[in-house]
Every structure is written in C-alpha cells, then in structure tokens.
C-alpha cells in the first residue's frame, strides 16, 4: 500500500542553522509533493508545491527538493528562527487518487 | 489567499448528542471539499470528498450513516456526527482545493465526547 514516511523524532536546533526535513515515499508515483505546516490546534497551511518534473523549488527561506528515482524530498529552512518551530507535513498528490499525507515532523527552533 | 473557516473550533457534549460542523469557503467558490480527522501525532486520514449538489463519496471503513456530509452550496459544507460516542472525539478538519493545486484548511474542530 502506499506510504509516506517523516521523522516520527522531532528535530531541534539552533537558532540561524538551517533545517532539513525528510519525506519518503513507496508504492506511489505522485504527480506532485506539497508542504504544509502545521500549529498546534490548527489546520495546516500550505507552504510549497513541486511537481514530478521539477528538482527544486524556493520561496524565501524555503527549498524543496524531489527525486522521484529515489522516492524522496527534502525540505530545507535556511536562517531558522524560533518562529519556524511548528510541525511539518508532506503530502503526495496524482489525479485521480487522492491527496496523501504523511505524519508530520516537529521542529524546533531554539533561541 | 483562500480562506477555509471551520465552526465550531472546540465541542464537548454528552454522548448520544449529534453533533454539526460547518467548512466555509470565503472568498472562492468550493466544488469539492474534503473531510479529514487528524489524531494525536498522527496524519491527517482522509474521511471523505464532499461534492456540490451531489453524494458525498467516502474512504474505506468511514460510515456514512454515522457521518453525514450535506454540500448543498458551492461555499459550505458540512460534517454532522450523529449519535457520537467517545471513541469519535478527534480533531476534525476540512479543506477545499482541486486535484493539484493547494488545500486550503480549515483550523479544524476538537469533538470531546463526555
């Protein structure tokens, strides 16, 4: 069946370091990977969007990377303030099939 | 952007109650919306896709009698837990958005059930 897989541990670093997150994925071929993030007791909120075709992707502080041939992206925060702790969620998406999330990572960022 | 907006935001009641949650999409027109429940430190499990002037369809295992969903508008759709029970207290949450593009969610509803 198809899976998605995070860091179930959460991640903690320094203030101004950047921070890298993981999403694998198997037995799926998705037609695109999003972001989201997530506050305790709220919805999530959606941050990037990257399509099958696309290596990388950035917007301000944010990259994300996709290797389909490795079933893998990466999601980097550069410059990490405490502001950024918070969790986050991958989501794979293919028409047709629904929109798939994974389970989050928690991130915090210490002053 | 889209906003989502979700009420009620936090329901605690007795069990046997029914219980209705309203996803309003504010500022576009929402053919389709969606209606997860999230637990605690887990992902989000897709219930089911509400859909404009027709049946809502539902995953796997998600009773529909048990779960209705009304999506009688293009901005509002609803969720009502009939007969709710302890074992359906969970963070509910719905969003809108088309096959490839973003989901616009909602801050999503905590049900407690007493």
């Known amino acids: 069946s198809q899976k998605i897989e995070q860091n179930s541990e959460a991640l903690n670093i320094q203030e101004g370091k950047t921070a890298t997150l993981t999403c694998n994925y198997t037995n799926y071929s998705p037609a695109y990977l999003q972001w989201y993030r997530q506050d305790p007791g709220r919805g999530p909120v959606f941050l990037l969007l990257i399509r099958e075709n696309e290596k990388e992707k950035r917007k301000e502080r944010l990259k994300v990377t996709f290797d389909t041939t490795l079933k893998q992206s990466l999601f980097h925060i550069t410059a990490s303030q405490p502001a950024d702790s918070a969790t986050y969620l991958c989501a794979l998406g293919s028409r047709g099939f629904k929109t798939i999330f994974g389970a989050g990572t928690r991130l915090f960022v210490k002053a | 952007g889209a906003v989502v907006s979700q009420h009620p935001s936090r329901v605690i009641c007795k069990s046997g109650t029914s219980v209705k949650i309203e996803c309003r999409s504010l500022?576009?027109?929402?053919?389709?919306m969606f209606w997860y429940r999230q637990f605690p430190k887990q992902s989000l499990m897709l219930m089911a896709t509400s859909n404009e002037g027709s049946k809502a369809t539902y995953e796997q295992g998600v009773e529909k009698d048990k779960f209705l969903i009304n999506h009688a508008s293009l901005t509002l759709s609803t969720l009502t837990v009939t007969s709710a029970h302890p074992e359906d207290s969970s963070f509910y949450i719905c969003s809108a958005g088309v096959w490839d593009q973003p989901q616009h969610f909602g801050d999503g509803t905590r049900l407690s059930i007493l």
């Open positions: 500022d576009f027109q929402a053919t389709t």
